[in-house]
Nanobody, 122 residues
Framework: QAQLAESGGGLVQAGGSLRLSCAVS????????RAWFRQAPGKEREFVAAISWFGGGTLYADSVKDRFTISRNNAETTVYLEMTSLKPEDTAIYYC???????????????WGQGTQVTVSS
């Protein structure tokens, strides 16, 4: 019954910033690691960032290191993805996901949100 829901997407110029949120509703995903993936038209879904439920350790794709930051709130009900220095190639639908294992591979993630569109213009 528990679900993930993304929000915060939008249109931004290259070099701008956006903050995405992934909220849990209808239950909890306690002890599940959280991650962000993205998918552009005609491309495979790719890993962006992940955060461990235990200790808050993080993983980032090389393409977003030093530009994106994944975090969670104190109540542990929301996971964020703060994106800065956005590039046109960051344009994609961004998805929030949860899994029992911390991984950069989408096949490990069982629970997914519906996605939020991020568009970066030149």
């Amino acid at each position: 019954q528990a679900q993930l829901a993304e929000s915060g997407g939008g249109l931004v110029q290259a070099g701008g910033s956006l903050r995405l949120s992934c909220a849990v509703s209808g239950g909890t995903f306690t002890n599940l690691h959280r991650a962000w993936f993205r998918q552009a038209p005609g491309k495979e879904r790719e890993f962006v960032a992940a955060i461990s439920w235990f200790g808050g350790g993080t993983l980032y794709a090389d393409s977003v290191k030093d530009r994106f930051t994944i975090s969670r709130n104190n109540a542990e009900t929301t996971v964020y993805l703060e994106m800065t220095s956005l590039k046109p190639e960051d344009t994609a639908i961004y998805y929030c996901a949860a899994a029992a294992a911390l991984s950069m591979q989408s096949r490990y993630y069982t629970y997914w949100g519906q996605g939020t569109q991020v568009t970066v213009s030149s």
